[in-house]
Structure formats: structure tokens, C-alpha cells
């Protein structure tokens, strides 16, 4: 994700990994804004239950992480470090690690309403997959539910009874 320091051409501004203190990246984002820094905090949609009910919620891509965009040669970057919700800078050394300005156009480029959207899933619900791996290697089964985190909930037929079954996407494959 970060690399070393590039000798980079004062007219192009860098963009530099800050870790801020847990659940605090908001803190951090308006107290840089004050101080004349842009930042980025890549968000995404995640769903949460609680107490029987399940709500979406905004939550940052890299959990206590974001970026700002800086001028690493001019040395204006120390101010950040005192900033009210950052920890710290991430860097090798006394080099900042500073990322690829591109990086940050293809996270923007995912965006839809100011969150990153996922790739479209390689599952559906009602597929029929095949199971690998594991005691249900060879077995097919139906997709019943996808999950967050790369799990999905699978219908198999096990001794003539339908048998419910959460699995990681790499135990099966189309089929």
C-alpha cells in the first residue's frame, strides 16, 4: 500500500497514510480541515444487527486510517502529527510513506454516494455450488444466504434432510 518517499516535483502533491485513534477518523478528518489539509476516508455500507434489528451503517474501508494530501519536500506535514485525533504517520524511518496518487483515483472511481461499492458478488442466492474441501468435499448444495466477510449460508442435502451449513466462498466453486 505505501512505498517509500519518491523524489517528487514540488507541484505534485502526495498522498500520505494516517493512522488515527480507534473510531475517531471523523475527529481526525475536521480538526486537519481546520488546518488546511484534504483528506480522503474511503467509506463503505455494512450491515448491523442489534437487538433484532438490522441497520446499515457507514464505516471506513481501512478502520483507523485515512489519507491526506500533502507537499511531503515542503516539510508541512509535521503539523499532522499533533493533530487532534491522529496517532500517528505512517513512514520508514524518518521517510514518509507517501502513496501513488492513483491510488486514491481508483478508490474514488468505486465510490456511488460517497461510499466504495463491492465488486459484483461471484455468488448468487439459489445457485448451486459444489462444495471442496473439508468433510463436504464433493457435495452440492444451494446458496441460501450471502454473508459479510466472504461467507455464504448453503442448503445440503445430508442423509436425506435438508441441513443448513455457513461456509467460506473458498469451500466451494460453481457447479
Known sequence: MATEQPNL???????????THAHREHVAIDNLARQGFESYCPMVRRRRSHARRITTVARPLFPSYL?????????????????????????????????????????RKREEDGFIVRPAEPYQVGQRVKLHGGPFDGIVARIISLQDKDRIVVLMDLLQQSVRAQVSVDQVQPG
Open 9 to 19: 516535483p514540488s507541484s505534485v502533491p502526495s498522498w500520505v497514510v494516517v493512522n
Open 67 to 107: 489519507f491526506v494530501r500533502i507537499h511531503p519536500e515542503l516539510g508541512r506535514w509535521r503539523p499532522i502529527l499533533s493533530t487532534l485525533g491522529v496517532r500517528t504517520l505512517v513512514r520508514f524511518g524518518d521517510q514518509l510513506g507517501v502513496l501513488d496518487h492513483r491510488f486514491i483515483e481508483e478508490l
